[in-house]
């Protein structure tokens, strides 16, 4: 009996975010086809709850201080060559040194993963960065992006050859997401009340952008409307963003509850659904806020507005906390509409963003990158 091919995940980071969360639904749909290795270059490793009891992951212990010097190369080499997996993925940026070391004398091919940009990179993809992606993704097997935006980046800026460029869109077990909130959280939360909840979904970083939401959730409030906000996720920006709410008087209707395993058991008490990021590409959180069937208030994004259903996109405008308060307000003061809204972006998330899909895509791309055939 053959050992399943193995495969090694290289994270800048394996904290929770978009790449760790699709790696995890992968590898607990896939079950024991593939055995995986995770080094996570900042030895974070907080994604690693989201996996399966049993899944067959080992986290690599690798205490790196990145240099950016030969010395790093060599190592990033020597670590690959000692663990000759079947196939190398590399996500985003902070780890596009080990497809570096991988182009001369290769030692397995080469699958690069890229979810979006950091904050560096808001307005324009820097010339230096660019210049290395088109060296390093044009030499891989497969460029995989989640977003169309990105793809276009991806051929038209870091001039990535077109037949090297996957777009494999994120995916949701729709269903997990089709159920009532938990009535204990809410009441953990004090959210049993009737007002309506805006929600969002974010690692409280700089280029999610949360004051954004916070300074529009101020305005319909200074309008006299009746609301909560809920920010589920942390970060390093948590206070500052807990001094900002204090700061515009609105203590006691602004709820951070930290980092939460398992979104659903939230989302469904949400009445809109927000996103007030610099930058996004695909968020998968969104996808989650659509199979609920909620509706949804955003900047102008990303995909967000080819991802929503048509009857949503008249509320993804602008990219200032003007725009996003006059789409939250327009939705607060229709709940039929809202309504009408959600259904359709449940059924756009069943009909495109299953997670069965992206599991079966990834499932072929990655035997077909190990075998050398398209």
Request: charged content about 20%; glycine content about 8%.
């Amino acid at each position: 009996m053959t050992s399943a091919p193995h495969l090694l995940h290289v994270f800048s980071s394996f904290e929770v975010g978009g790449s760790q969360i699709r790696f995890c639904q992968l590898v607990n749909a896939l079950g024991d086809r593939y055995r995986h290795s995770v080094i996570a270059l900042d030895g974070r490793t907080d994604a690693r709850g989201r996996l399966r009891p049993g899944a067959p992951v080992e986290i690599i212990s690798f205490d790196h201080h990145k240099t950016g010097s030969l010395r790093d190369l060599r190592r990033f080499r020597r670590t690959l060559a000692t663990l000759r997996p079947n196939l190398l993925l590399t996500y985003n940026w902070g780890a596009i040194e080990w497809g570096l070391v991988n182009i001369i004398r290769p030692i397995c091919p080469h699958i690069a993963v890229v979810d979006g940009f950091g904050p560096e990179e808001v307005a324009a993809s820097l010339p230096r960065r660019s210049f290395i992606r088109w060296f390093v993704y044009g030499r891989a097997r497969s460029l995989v992006v989640p977003s169309r935006v990105l793809e276009r980046v991806a051929r038209d800026t870091w001039r990535i050859p077109a037949r090297i460029v996957r777009y494999i869109p994120n995916g949701v077990d729709v269903a997990r997401f089709h159920q009532p909130p938990d009535p204990a959280l809410l009441a953990q939360l004090d959210l049993t009340g009737a007002e309506p909840v805006i929600g969002t979904i974010a690692g409280l970083r700089r280029e999610k952008n949360v004051g954004r939401l916070v300074d529009a959730f101020a305005r319909i409030v200074q309008q006299g409307r009746a609301a909560r906000l809920v920010v589920i996720g942390d970060g390093p920006l948590r206070h500052d963003l807990e001094a900002q709410t204090h700061r515009l008087g609105l203590a006691g209707r602004v709820i951070f509850t930290g980092a939460l395993t398992g979104p659903e058991r939230l989302l469904g008490a949400f009445s809109i659904y927000a996103i007030s990021s610099d930058t996004e590409q695909m968020p998968i959180s969104l996808v989650e806020a659509m199979a609920t069937g909620l509706p949804v208030a955003s900047v102008d994004v990303g995909d967000v507005a080819d991802m929503v259903a048509s009857e949503n996109g008249r509320f993804i405008q602008g990219r200032d906390a003007e725009n996003l308060a006059q789409s939250l307000a327009a939705l607060l003061d229709n709940p039929t509409e809202r309504a009408r809204i959600g259904a359709a972006n449940r059924a756009a998330a069943t009909a495109r963003f299953t997670e069965r899909n992206m599991v079966e895509v990834y499932d072929r791309l990655f035997a077909s990158a190990m075998t050398g055939r398209p």
